[in-house]
């Protein structure tokens, strides 16, 4: 690059400069440049500024509005109860949004998540359960009187039906 550029030229380069998409050596010529210029150091300076504002605004868009309506409803969403045009925005919103589709995708496996612990919790439970009422049964002193009473009751019969036996034949 023997062709000098003037400080205008540098200054239109600027913008292709920050955005990485000069080639490298024209790259390295305007970063000399405005290294060495007073004039075009203030203008890089200031489309830095621009620059910072305007990917700002990207993330703000993300972040905003939209985003908040989507935390605001995002458990209601999941729950299913939503209405239709609700459920729609929401579906638009996941679709257009990097940061709300993660929170969806997070949210869905903590509820796995949580739905394992919560079947294992249950199965643990269910054994757990099972077991206690054969414990009880065994322990249980109404249980035992039942066949107590039973026994009674059997003798009882058994005494009477001998006593008819006897009655009948001696
Ligand atoms: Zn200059």
Known sequence: MKKKLNCEQIGALIAFYLDGTLSPKLAKYVQEHIENCEQCQDRYCKEIIIDSYISD????????????????????????????TENIKMKKITISNPLARQDLEDIYSFKKLLHG????????????????????????????SFYKISALFFIMVASIVAGLIKFLYF
Not at 57 to 69: G, M, R
């Open 117 to 144: 612990a919560y079947e294992k919790t249950k199965n643990e439970l269910k054994t757990d359960y099972s077991k206690s009422v054969i414990n009880q049964l065994i322990q249980n002193k109404s249980y035992i």
């Open 57 to 84: 605004d990207i993330n703000n868009s993300y972040t905003t509005k939209q985003y908040e309506i989507f935390k605001d409803k995002l458990s209601e969403y999941i729950d299913n109860e939503l209405d239709d």
